[in-house]
């Protein structure tokens, strides 16, 4: 067998002075052959390489669907893309539709993720709902976020599942946000008390409402300016808070 065979040394005559010298040449060989057979060595990634790998894959491969679309990208331009092999990218994740949804559970917003960062004080209702409507068009007609929800909106038949797990858990969270923003304006008596999540749901409709959807649809649209922002903010006070405030306590924010 090759891992068998035995390693000869030829020695020049007259080359070899003494006992000592034929050792130290021998023990010279040996660690020269222990020192190729650790560098030969490869072992398993760790996990911190295969977390690294993960990652670039994702971010490669979110690039790529989004300009490419899921048909048309394939796992050898993901791989080459990423500097790794197919066969990495199915031992770390999986096949392409693996792929494809990993993407979007990876990228699903965490409660983490989503801040409204509102200091109340100094401000009046109006500022801090006008500060609240900046926050949420910020977020729902940032390039990314329309980029990613049309790309599930067009394999929504190939992963219903995923189009309802997106929708419905990046909204949840925002939402739930967006509540506890209320509720705290509604502790402090700066707005009627109301159902915090019904009002968060009014607001978010009122502000955002489908712009979202009508640009990942294609269509070219524009935040409102400060004037529009301000009618959506007073449909918001009138038509829903001032419902909610007794008689007694009516006022303009």
Known sequence: MVGNRRRHVYLEPGRVSSLKELTVGLGTLSRSSEKGRKVGKRGRPRTGEIERRKKKILAVSTKMFIAQGFANTTLEAIGRAAGVTKRTIYDHIGDKDALFVAIFTERLPKDSDLQFDMPFEGKSPREILRGLAHQLLDYSLSEETVALGRAVMVESIRFPKLATEVISS??????????????????????PSADSSLAADYFYDVVVGNRGFRMAMGH?????????????????????????????KAGKL
Do not use: C, S
């Not at 909204?171 to 707005?191: D, N, P, S």
């Not at 009618?231 to 419902?243: A, K, S, T």
């Open 220 to 248: 070219h649209e524009q935040p409102p300016d400060t004037a529009e922002l301000d009618e959506r903010i007073d449909m918001f006070i009138y038509g829903y808070l001032d419902r909610k405030r007794p008689a007694t």
């Open 170 to 191: 990046g909204m949840a969270i925002f939402k739930r946000k967006l509540a506890a923003v209320l509720a705290e304006m509604m502790t402090l008596q700066l707005i």
